[in-house]
């Protein structure tokens, strides 16, 4: 949102203290922005409607940031993120 994140304390306060990273995404078909008109006539976009696919969205938004960040998937390692 154009406001930044919802709940500051998160950013402002406990990233801080540990180093976190925070994504605030906005899903692309339930947020105020749409990148297209959705109505009964685009049949073949309902297929990235269901909640199903927005998780798979979230991982994949998550995964990536991992990527650039240089994070290890290891949770028992120090660079885990």
Excluded at 37 to 63: G, M
């Amino acid at each position: 949102p154009s406001t930044g994140i919802f709940y500051p304390f998160i950013s402002h306060h406990l990233a801080k203290d540990f180093g976190a990273y925070v994504l605030e995404p906005e899903h692309r078909f339930y947020g105020k922005s749409q990148p297209v008109n959705t109505n009964k006539d685009n049949d073949e976009r309902e297929r990235l409607l269901t909640p199903k696919q927005a998780l798979q969205d979230a991982v994949r938004l998550v995964k990536y940031y991992q990527t650039k960040l240089g994070c290890n998937s290891n949770k028992t390692d120090d660079e885990y993120c």
